[in-house]
């Protein structure tokens, strides 16, 4: 029984020992950034804009209809 405790002692002691280093572990810092990549212009995001709604069908509601109140 002595062996059980002495055991279980020495997991508790091994636990602790690996808590108590990661948690004086420094942080690694995140890597920096790439280079940037280019994005599209102003003028380019509005005409893709305006094409959208350009080429959109008509018939198509724009607002969701409010349902019926009721009486």
Partial sequence: MRWL?????GVLIGISAVAIG?????PV???????IQPGSTDQELADMVMDV???????????????????
């Avoid at 405790?5 to 002692?9: D, H, Y």
């Avoid at 990661?22 to 420094?26: E, G, R």
């Avoid at 709604?53 to 009486?71: K, Y």
Wanted: aromatic share 0%; no cysteine; proline share 31%.
């Fill in 5 to 9: 405790s002495a055991v279980v002692a």
């Fill in 22 to 26: 990661s948690a004086n572990a420094q």
């Fill in 53 to 71: 709604i350009e080429d959109r069908d008509a018939t198509v509601p724009t607002t969701t209809p409010l349902p019926a109140p009721h009486p």
């Fill in 29 to 35: 810092p995140p890597p920096p950034p790439g280079p």
